[in-house]
């Protein structure tokens, strides 16, 4: 079974920056696009990122276009968002993700497997 564990979540201030990883227990890089989601309170779930199989591909969200980059390491197993000028809108619980495809999305019904989560908080 895939299992996947989010971390490094914490606080920030506006305009900070934080950097999550995400492990995952089986190496399924080279066949699943690998995604970060997010969930603020009373808010539905919303995707952020994706990144391709090969890591030739990127998609972003318009809210977080030009201030979070996403990558991956293969030989490390690991997924990477590095948030950078934080707003307090990106106070969230935030999710990895793993769908079973090259092609990658935003929506989140298309993904098979997810970590428990890690909380941001933005706040001044």
């Known amino acids: 079974e895939i299992q996947l564990e989010e971390s490094g979540g914490g606080s920030a201030q506006p305009g900070g920056s934080l950097r999550l990883s995400c492990k995952a227990s089986?190496?399924?890089?080279?066949?699943?696009?690998m995604g970060w989601f997010r969930q603020a309170p009373g808010k539905p779930r919303e995707g952020v990122a994706a990144?391709?199989?090969?890591?030739?591909?990127?998609t972003y969200s318009d809210s977080v276009k030009g201030r979070f980059t996403i990558s991956r390491d293969n030989d490390e197993i690991s997924l990477y968002l590095q948030m950078d000028s934080l707003e307090v809108e990106d106070t969230a619980l935030y999710y990895c993700?793993?769908?079973?495809?090259?092609?990658?999305?935003?929506?989140?019904?298309?993904?098979?497997?997810w970590g428990q989560g890690t909380q941001v908080t933005v706040s001044s």
């Open positions: 993700a793993a769908r079973v495809a090259n092609f990658c999305t935003l929506d989140e019904r298309e993904y098979h497997y």
């Open positions: 089986l190496n399924i890089f080279a066949t699943h696009c």
């Open positions: 990144i391709s199989t090969r890591g030739g591909t990127w």
